[in-house]
């Protein structure tokens, strides 16, 4: 079974539906992130949380909302969804870091369009 | 602004050749370094990381750090058709986070 897990792969939605892309991870992983990929700008941090009662926002959180219900659950959310947020969405866990930054692992990811 | 800056290429390379990647980082204070592989569509998946000064190695792949440059750089081997990719590079951030280049896009023409 994968590590890190992302529902759902692929959506298809239309502008200002509310939509949610949730997270889990069995790696025993305290720190979890959101992150989108567009072509030919990387990946952009969206929200990231250091524990289940961490939440930070990244460079991009306008237009989007999170919610960490537990250790091993980060959810995604576009309150009212609009076409430039058209773009693949990854969920990533690392271990607590000290000095040094830990490895992040990714989920599969989610393709989402909105029309 | 915090940044990592990679050639996006297209670097292409034949078969059994060296693949060289290049990435620098804007902030001095970092300490972890790490290069991903991502396939069209699919996720990031970690080549290796990289902590001191100097090469570390991982079968055909060789990690090179120079902080006093603010450079890292990876190094491919016998470059192979199925190593085309994009490869990103990745610092740790002061707030525990990873800031992320672009990525440079590799090709491996047989």
């Known amino acids: 079974d994968a590590d890190v897990t992302q529902t759902p792969r692929n959506r298809i939605t239309k502008t200002g539906k509310r939509i949610m892309l949730e997270c889990s991870q069995t790696?025993?992983?305290?720190?979890m992130y959101w992150y989108r990929q567009d072509p030919g700008l990387g990946l952009r941090l969206i929200y990231y949380?250091?524990?289940?009662?961490?939440?930070n926002k990244g460079e991009i959180s306008d237009g989007y909302s999170v919610s960490r219900q537990a250790q091993a659950k980060f959810s995604l959310s576009l309150e009212s969804a609009i076409p430039n947020q058209t773009a693949l969405y990854f969920c990533?866990?690392?271990?607590?870091?000290?000095?040094?930054?830990?490895?992040?692992?990714f989920g599969p990811g989610t393709r989402l369009t909105v029309l | 602004q915090k940044e990592v800056e990679q050639n996006s290429g297209p670097l292409s390379v034949p078969e059994g050749a060296i693949a060289s990647l290049n990435c620098t980082y804007s902030?001095?204070?970092?300490?972890?370094f790490f290069w991903y592989r991502q396939y069209s569509g699919k996720s990031p998946e970690l080549i290796m990381f990289?902590?001191?000064?100097g090469d570390k190695e991982d079968g055909r792949f060789t990690a090179q750090l120079n902080k006093a440059s603010q450079y890292v750089s990876l190094l491919i081997r016998d470059s192979q058709p199925s190593d085309s990719a994009t490869y990103l590079c990745?610092?740790?951030?002061?707030?525990?986070?990873?800031?992320f280049g672009k990525g440079t896009k590799l090709s491996v023409k047989p």
């Open positions: 902030d001095r204070g970092s300490q972890s």
């Open positions: 990533a866990t690392s271990a607590t870091g000290g000095a040094i930054s830990d490895t992040q692992y």
């Open positions: 990745a610092v740790g951030g002061s707030q525990g986070n990873l800031i």
């Open positions: 990289i902590y001191s000064n």
């Open positions: 790696k025993g992983h305290d720190r």
């Open positions: 949380s250091f524990d289940v009662k961490d939440i």
